[in-house]
T-cell receptor, first 114, second 114 residues
Framework: GENVEQHPSTLSVQEGDSAVIKCTYS??????FPWYKQELGKGPQLIID?????GEKKDQRIAVTLNKTAKHFSLHITETQPEDSAVYFC?????????????FGTGTRLQVTL | NAGVTQTPKFRVLKTGQSMTLLCAQD?????MYWYRQDPGMGLRLIHY???????AKGEVPDGYNVSRLKKQNFLLGLESAAPSQTSVYFC?????????????FGEGSRLTVL
């Protein structure tokens, strides 16, 4: 089965700096890579995703890059703000056509300090 | 909009007791999932359903049962709770499971088994 590794487990940055979270996956057939943000006491929420036919995707201050050859993908947050503080999860799956059987990474706790 | 609602939010059980977690979604989603979240282990899929009346095993199904009698509800049961089942449980739903499988999560149910 798929195995997703995520690093770092914790990340502290100053407000305004950039943050990068990296994930690697094992199944070369995986082609869908979402990122979820979990705020304290809440369920995870999708913030951005990328599919294997795309190398990079941006949405305002958030970007995701994918390197299929190396089987890794990364989340980039620029100009970090206190509200970016949360736990971030990467995930990977094949498009099975039956269910989103995502395999999640172990999470990165991002703290943005003033 | 309610989205995905989980009840109860907190529960303490003694070893050997049984209980049921209820998940309800009002988005008319076909797919529903139960995950457990443990420190350092991310989110792991317990069971899922691709439609009313169907269920399937995920990554960690042992000790749990599920039912999907109505499209909007997905129940997770523990017949004989064990301390290893102490965790935060998240229900999720999605419109489709293939190409566009964004998961919508509930706020979680924290279960402690003594």
């Amino acid at each position: 089965g798929e195995n997703v590794e995520q690093h770092p487990s914790t990340l502290s940055v100053q407000e305004g700096d950039s943050a990068v979270i990296k994930c690697t996956y094992s199944d070369s057939a995986s082609n869908y890579f979402p990122w979820y943000k979990q705020e304290l006491g809440k369920g995870p929420q999708l913030i951005i995703d990328i599919r294997s036919n795309v190398g990079e995707k941006k949405d305002q201050r958030i970007a995701v890059t994918l390197n299929k050859t190396a089987k890794h993908f990364s989340l980039h947050i620029t100009e970090t703000q206190p509200e970016d503080s949360a736990v971030y999860f990467c995930a990977a799956s094949r498009s099975t056509g039956t269910a989103s059987k995502l395999t999640f990474g172990t999470g990165t706790r991002l703290q943005v300090t003033l | 909009n309610a989205g995905v609602t989980q009840t109860p939010k907190f529960r303490v059980l003694k070893t050997g007791q049984s209980m049921t977690l209820l998940c309800a979604q009002d988005m008319n989603h076909e797919y529903m999932y139960w995950y457990r979240q443990d420190p350092g282990m991310g989110l792991r899929l317990i069971h899922y359903s691709v439609g009313e009346g169907t269920t399937a095993k995920g990554e960690v199904p042992d000790g749990y049962n599920v039912s999907r009698l109505k499209k909007q509800n997905f129940l997770l049961g523990l017949e004989s709770a064990a301390p290893s089942q102490t965790s935060v449980y998240f229900c999720a739903s999605s419109y489709s499971g293939g190409e566009t499988g964004e998961l919508f999560f509930g706020e979680g149910s924290r279960l402690t088994v003594l």
